[in-house]
């Protein structure tokens, strides 16, 4: 046997060898398949992830289209001295669906008026409803840097959260993941950033005495 025929043959073994690892990858797939599709618990976990992932893929896609459309109406701003952009703020630790959520509320609520009306028309929402939303949640407390001290927060409504929810998912036809929108979570927030303001506005006190001191040792 020539040594072009030992390559050849060896050449078929491993491809031999391919197919038969490719076939067994598939038949253990099929089997996994069907272990699930005999297993309600898993199918009702698996249909319930897909749904999961299409809100979050249709509010990550209304987001995009937000940036885009925003992008495609150039506006200056004279406070930023440039072009206004997509900027959302998001409602962190609540859930990814709900920061997404309320990431395309206030990029609409604080867009310039004559994007705002484009992205209202775009999403198929209320600006009342927007703004109700927003208020609802409130604000956590924060440490004022301009004034160098603690601002309170204001209030969460989670009964208008709530409604506004079920407003926000009829006009998007969706179905939020909401199950850390409840007052525990919500009070927890609040005493966290309370808890960080207040670590910061310690901070910056000590850094002002010690800048102080040594001031008047120079």
């Known amino acids: 046997m020539t040594i072009e025929e030992l390559k050849a043959q060896k050449e078929q073994m491993v491809e031999d060898n391919i197919r038969i690892v490719r076939a067994s990858l598939e038949l253990a797939r099929v089997r996994a398949e069907m272990r699930i599709l005999e297993n309600p618990n898993l199918v009702k976990a ?80 209320s600006e009342d409803v927007i703004e109700s939303t927003l208020e609802a949640f409130g604000s956590p407390a924060y440490y004022s840097n301009n004034y160098g001290i603690v601002i309170d927060e204001s209030p969460f409504d989670i009964d208008a959260i709530r409604d506004n929810v079920i407003l926000l998912e009829q006009a998007l036809n969706i179905t939020l993941d909401d199950s850390k929108l409840t007052p525990s979570f919500m009070r927890a927030k609040f005493i966290t950033a309370r808890s960080l303001a207040e670590k910061t506005a310690a901070s910056a006190a000590t850094t002002v005495s010690l800048s102080h001191q040594l001031v008047q040792i120079d």
């Open 46 to 125: 698996r249909v319930k992830a897909m749904l999961r992932q299409e809100v979050t893929d249709k509010l990550t896609s209304l987001n995009n289209q937000c940036e885009a459309l925003i992008a495609s109406m150039p506006i200056y701003s004279n406070r930023t001295k440039q072009e206004r952009k997509w900027n959302p703020s998001k409602q962190y630790g609540l859930g990814n669906q709900v920061a997404l959520l309320t990431g395309l509320l206030s990029g609409i609520q604080y867009s310039a008026a004559e994007h705002k009306i484009q992205l209202l028309a775009l999403t198929g929402l």
